[in-house]
Antibody
Framework: EVQLVQSGAEVKKPGESLKISCKGS????????IGWVRQMPGKGLEWMGI????????RYSPSFQGQVTISADKSISTAYLQWSSLKASDTAMYYC???????????????????WGKGTTVTVSS | DIQMTQSPSTLSASVGDRVTITCRAS??????LAWYQQKPGKAPKLLIY???SLESGVPSRFSGSGSGTEFTLTISSLQPDDFATYYC?????????FGQGTKVEIK
């Protein structure tokens, strides 16, 4: 069974650092993108960025560039989303999801997200 | 960034109704569009990809159409399990964006 298993809920203080994880199983981890999606309380989905574990190609939404870091360790089939200094406004549910890779004119795109993790709740409060 | 605008934001309907949700892109995205269903407290679930391809296991009452800048998700006969929030997502560009969501409520 194809699965993405996310790390558990986190409660942090403003200014602290955090790294959450997403472990893939049941498929070839290096041949699909892993994307991260934010959902603030009561709000919609926001696409944050993606990483291709096969070659570590990483892309960010302009809204999240410089605010978070996406990484992956293909040896343990795990992707990460990290913050160096959390803010209260980072309080949200964070989902990871898998996306197929599509070749486009010598580059690559991430297609639809077909498998999702259950989400990691991050609460930032003093 | 390509902007995605869904309408309506909220839709009230009854079991058995035919329901249509629209998603408009700020520029052409060809057919690189997906639709997701999300229920409270749950992760989104892929329904439709490439504008009109039904994901495996998704009931055939769900269908998608459109290309370019205008797309629709149709539920042919609304079932109790379909009351949820629906999101479109474009994946034509280097980065991706979601629409703001359409909540389908019980009338």
């Amino acid at each position: 069974e194809v699965q993405l298993v996310q790390s558990g809920a986190e409660v942090k203080k403003p200014g602290e650092s955090l790294k959450i994880s997403c472990k893939g199983s049941g498929y070839s981890f290096t041949t699909y993108w892993i994307g991260w999606v934010r959902q603030m309380p009561g709000k919609g989905l926001e696409w944050m960025g993606i990483i291709y574990p096969g070659d570590s190609d990483t892309r960010y939404s302009p809204s999240f560039q410089g605010q978070v870091t996406i990484s992956a360790d293909k040896s343990i089939s795990t992707a990460y989303l990290q913050w160096s200094s959390l803010k209260a406004s980072d309080t949200a549910m964070y989902y990871c999801a898998r996306g197929p890779r599509r070749a486009v004119w010598g580059s690559y795109r991430c297609d639809h997200m077909d498998v999702w993790g259950k989400g990691t709740t991050v609460t930032v409060s003093s | 960034d390509i902007q995605m605008t869904q309408s309506p934001s909220t839709l009230s309907a009854s079991v058995g109704d035919r329901v249509t949700i629209t998603c408009r892109a700020s520029q052409s995205i060809s057919s690189w569009l997906a639709w997701y269903q999300q229920k409270p407290g749950k992760a989104p679930k892929l329904l439709i990809y490439m504008a009109s391809s039904l994901e495996s296991g998704v009931p055939s009452r769900f269908s998608g159409s459109g290309s370019g800048t205008e797309f629709t998700l149709t539920i042919s006969s609304l079932q109790p399990d379909d009351f949820a929030t629906y999101y479109c997502q474009q994946y034509n560009s280097y980065t991706s964006t979601f629409g703001q969501g359409t909540k389908v409520e019980i009338k």
